[in-house]
């Protein structure tokens, strides 16, 4: 199921989250699937957001970064064309093709990713995919596999970012 609409971009009044676009709330209610409020949002047919629905109030909202914002010269105000669907994926997001080559490899290790929160599956995913450079993907996928299995599935992410430059200075 696919939604589109038309919607401003607003400002949170919060320290927090800076912009969010609102989404009406019946048409919200039609993208959650029990507990399950994750969504692939395309704005002005752009790159996807991979998210969650937030509540607020009598609408949704779908935050947006400020580096999005800058990107994609918008700005506060403007109305922007949303399509929105269900997120079906397994992990709530994309996972980058070299790291799921090393999960694929790496049994003790996806183990102890697995046993890691959705939220924090998903923090890890997105350390490997923001960089688009491969080698760097596979760097910086060997240290969080390595991390993981070192530290038996507990995950501290000063250790862990102490390990991925490591890794990066091996190359």
Not at 114 to 119: A, D, R, S, V
Request: with cysteine; glycine share 8%; net charge neutral.
């Amino acid at each position: 199921m696919s939604i589109t609409l038309s919607a401003p971009i607003l400002k949170f009044e919060s320290e927090l989250w800076s912009y969010y676009v609102p989404i009406p709330k019946e048409l919200g209610h039609s993208l959650i699937d029990g507990e399950n409020r994750r969504v692939k949002c395309t704005i002005n047919s752009g790159e996807p957001i991979y998210t969650a629905l937030m509540h607020k109030g009598d609408v949704f909202s779908i935050y947006v970064k400020t580096d999005f914002l800058k990107k994609n010269g918008l700005s506060e105000g403007d109305e922007v064309k949303v399509a929105l669907e269900k997120d079906a994926s397994e992990y709530g997001m994309p996972v980058p093709e070299s790291f799921q080559a090393l999960m694929d490899q790496d049994d003790e290790g996806l183990k102890f990713f697995k046993q890691l929160t959705m939220g924090k599956q998903r923090s890890l995913i997105h350390i490997v995919g923001k960089v688009k450079n491969v080698n760097s993907q596979i760097a910086k996928g060997l240290a969080i596999m390595h991390h993981l299995k070192e530290e038996k599935g507990e995950l501290d992410f000063k250790r862990l970012n102490v390990l991925i430059k490591e890794y990066n200075n091996r190359k």
